[in-house]
T-cell receptor, first 113, second 114 residues
Framework: KQEVTQIPAALSVPEGENLVLNCSFT??????LQWFRQDPGKGLTSLLL?????REQTSGRLNASLDKSSGRSTLYIAASQPGDSATYLC????????????FGGGTRLMVKP | GAGVSQSPRYKVAKRGQDVALRCDPI?????LFWYQQALGQGPEFLTY????????KSGLPSDRFFAERPEGSVSTLKIQRTQQEDSAVYLC????????????FGPGTRLTVT
């Protein structure tokens, strides 16, 4: 059974810092990996999706990498801002045909002004 | 356009009561997923529909949980004889086709069982 772990569980940083969130998964036979953002009382917003054949994806100040063989992904946030404060979730998908996502426990990020 | 909507947004139930949670997916989306998110944890898969067919219900925690999507659009998750451990946020997600890369999530229903 696939297990996804995120480290750290919580992180508090001053504004402007670059930071790295980590995600590991036990079964490397994945179809894709996705990073989400969740704000309190809100649903999940997709940030980046990496297909299994890709190594990384970038969007603005966010960069996500994938090392499928070692079962790891990192989300890099450059020049963090207070508006980045949220919970970040990583999820893996086993296959394409309607397969569900398996989520990690999330990293709760607070960026202090 | 309109995203995935869920109702009610908040529900308080006394232990033993039955509850029904509704999900309106994005119009035209074939696939629909339900997830359960306990406090401080990531979402966990409950069940999956392709149109009106429930193709995977392996994540439903007990036979008290039942989901349906009779016309292939709106879905209802029903929990019978609620227990305190059912307290969680229930998230619904939809995707355009069975092979679509992304799932679009609704805001969730927060269920509190007292």
């Amino acid at each position: 059974k696939q297990e996804v772990t995120q480290i750290p569980a919580a992180l508090s940083v001053p504004e402007g810092e670059n930071l790295v969130l980590n995600c590991s998964f036990t079964d490397s036979a994945i179809y894709n990996l996705q990073w989400f953002r969740q704000d309190p009382g809100k649903g999940l917003t997709s940030l980046l999706l990496i297909q299994s054949s890709q190594r990384e994806q970038t969007s603005g100040r966010l960069n996500a990498s994938l090392d499928k063989s070692s079962g790891r992904s990192t989300l890099y946030i450059a020049a963090s801002q207070p508006g980045d404060s949220a919970t970040y979730l990583c999820a893996v998908r086993r296959g394409n045909a309607g397969n569900m996502l398996t989520f990690g426990g999330g990293t709760r990020l607070m960026v202090k002004p | 356009g309109a995203g995935v909507s869920q109702s009610p947004r908040y529900k308080v139930a006394k232990r033993g009561q039955d509850v029904a949670l509704r999900c309106d997916p994005i119009s035209g989306h074939v696939s629909l997923f339900w997830y359960q998110q306990a406090l401080g944890q990531g979402p966990e898969f409950l069940t999956y529909f392709q149109n009106e067919a429930q193709l995977d219900k392996s994540g439903l925690p007990s036979d008290r949980f039942f989901a349906e999507r009779p016309e292939g659009s709106v879905s209802t998750l029903k929990i019978q004889r609620t227990q305190q451990e059912d307290s969680a946020v229930y998230l619904c997600a939809s995707s355009f086709t069975r092979d679509s890369l992304e799932q679009y999530f609704g805001p969730g229903t927060r269920l509190t069982v007292t």
